[in-house]
Protein backbone atom coordinates (compact mmCIF):
# COMPACT_ATOMS: atom_id res chain seq x y z
CA UNK A 1 0.00 0.00 0.00
CA UNK A 2 1.23 3.90 -0.51
CA UNK A 3 0.33 6.91 0.92
CA UNK A 4 -2.27 8.93 -0.74
CA UNK A 5 -2.33 12.94 0.00
CA UNK A 6 -5.08 14.90 -2.32
CA UNK A 7 -5.75 18.29 -2.88
CA UNK A 8 -7.72 21.13 -4.94
CA UNK A 9 -11.18 20.48 -3.77
CA UNK A 10 -13.86 23.16 -3.76
CA UNK A 11 -17.30 24.96 -4.77
CA UNK A 12 -17.71 26.18 -8.09
CA UNK A 13 -20.76 27.52 -10.25
CA UNK A 14 -21.80 25.43 -13.03
CA UNK A 15 -19.67 25.59 -16.16
CA UNK A 16 -16.59 26.32 -14.13
CA UNK A 17 -12.90 24.21 -13.43
CA UNK A 18 -11.11 22.76 -10.74
CA UNK A 19 -8.01 20.52 -10.70
CA UNK A 20 -7.85 17.84 -8.03
CA UNK A 21 -3.96 16.52 -6.83
CA UNK A 22 -3.26 13.00 -5.31
CA UNK A 23 0.33 13.02 -4.15
CA UNK A 24 1.67 8.84 -4.02
CA UNK A 25 4.48 8.27 -1.24
CA UNK A 26 5.22 5.12 -3.49
CA UNK A 27 4.73 3.70 -7.17
CA UNK A 28 1.95 1.51 -8.43
CA UNK A 29 0.74 0.45 -11.94
CA UNK A 30 -2.16 3.13 -11.78
CA UNK A 31 -3.70 5.80 -10.09
CA UNK A 32 -7.10 6.64 -10.20
CA UNK A 33 -10.06 8.86 -9.49
CA UNK A 34 -13.61 7.93 -7.84
CA UNK A 35 -16.45 9.63 -6.51
CA UNK A 36 -19.21 9.02 -4.36
CA UNK A 37 -22.06 11.45 -3.95
CA UNK A 38 -24.86 10.79 -0.98
CA UNK A 39 -26.85 8.00 -1.06
CA UNK A 40 -24.83 6.40 -4.19
CA UNK A 41 -22.35 4.23 -5.00
CA UNK A 42 -18.52 4.74 -5.22
CA UNK A 43 -18.08 5.59 -9.32
CA UNK A 44 -14.92 5.64 -11.17
CA UNK A 45 -14.26 8.88 -12.64
CA UNK A 46 -10.69 8.45 -14.85
CA UNK A 47 -7.48 5.84 -14.12
CA UNK A 48 -3.54 6.72 -15.38
CA UNK A 49 -1.42 4.08 -16.14
CA UNK A 50 1.77 5.78 -14.11
CA UNK A 51 4.24 4.20 -16.35
CA UNK A 52 3.41 5.83 -20.04
CA UNK A 53 0.46 8.15 -19.08
CA UNK A 54 -2.09 6.36 -20.84
CA UNK A 55 -5.28 7.74 -19.53
CA UNK A 56 -8.74 6.23 -19.10
CA UNK A 57 -11.98 8.56 -18.76
CA UNK A 58 -15.03 7.25 -17.92
CA UNK A 59 -18.17 6.86 -19.47
CA UNK A 60 -19.96 9.86 -17.22
CA UNK A 61 -17.11 12.63 -17.49
CA UNK A 62 -15.48 11.93 -20.93
CA UNK A 63 -15.23 14.82 -22.80
CA UNK A 64 -15.00 17.12 -19.95
CA UNK A 65 -12.38 15.67 -17.28
CA UNK A 66 -8.80 14.44 -18.05
CA UNK A 67 -6.42 12.88 -16.38
CA UNK A 68 -2.47 13.22 -15.94
CA UNK A 69 0.28 11.80 -14.20
CA UNK A 70 3.51 13.23 -13.42
CA UNK A 71 6.09 10.74 -12.59
CA UNK A 72 9.11 12.90 -11.02
CA UNK A 73 6.47 13.79 -8.25
CA UNK A 74 4.46 10.71 -8.46
CA UNK A 75 1.60 12.74 -8.66
CA UNK A 76 -1.72 12.39 -10.68
CA UNK A 77 -3.73 15.23 -11.31
CA UNK A 78 -7.59 15.65 -12.12
CA UNK A 79 -8.79 18.61 -14.49
CA UNK A 80 -12.20 19.34 -14.60
CA UNK A 81 -13.59 21.17 -16.81
CA UNK A 82 -17.25 22.61 -17.64
CA UNK A 83 -18.51 21.03 -14.54
CA UNK A 84 -22.51 20.38 -13.83
CA UNK A 85 -24.47 20.16 -10.42
CA UNK A 86 -24.52 16.08 -11.12
CA UNK A 87 -20.73 16.01 -10.68
CA UNK A 88 -20.88 17.33 -7.02
CA UNK A 89 -19.38 14.49 -4.83
CA UNK A 90 -16.38 13.11 -2.61
CA UNK A 91 -13.55 12.51 -4.72
CA UNK A 92 -10.97 10.17 -3.91
CA UNK A 93 -8.09 9.33 -5.13
CA UNK A 94 -6.80 5.01 -5.82
CA UNK A 95 -3.96 3.32 -6.43
CA UNK A 96 -2.70 -0.19 -7.33
CA UNK A 97 -2.62 -2.92 -9.88
CA UNK A 98 -5.93 -2.71 -11.00
CA UNK A 99 -7.46 -5.30 -13.92
CA UNK A 100 -10.46 -3.80 -14.08
CA UNK A 101 -9.75 0.69 -13.71
CA UNK A 102 -13.05 1.60 -12.77
CA UNK A 103 -13.54 -0.52 -9.67
CA UNK A 104 -12.75 0.44 -6.83
CA UNK A 105 -12.64 -3.21 -5.12
CA UNK A 106 -8.98 -3.46 -7.40
CA UNK A 107 -7.25 -0.69 -5.70
CA UNK A 108 -5.97 -1.17 -2.05
CA UNK A 109 -4.51 2.60 -1.30
CA UNK A 110 -7.18 5.25 -0.51
CA UNK A 111 -7.12 8.94 0.15
CA UNK A 112 -9.07 10.59 2.76
CA UNK A 113 -11.30 12.18 -0.37
CA UNK A 114 -11.55 15.72 -1.14
CA UNK A 115 -15.57 17.60 -1.37
CA UNK A 116 -16.17 19.14 -4.69
CA UNK A 117 -19.36 21.05 -4.86
CA UNK A 118 -20.97 22.65 -8.28
CA UNK A 119 -23.27 24.98 -8.34
CA UNK A 120 -26.37 25.66 -10.29
Known amino acids: QVRLVESGGGSVQAGGSLRLSCAAS?????MAWFRQAPGKTREGVAAVYTADGSPFIGDPVRGRFTISHDNSKRTAYLQMNNLKPEDTALYYC????????????????WGQGTQVTVSS
Open 94 to 109: AAGYPSRLMDPSEYNS
Open 26 to 30: GDTSH
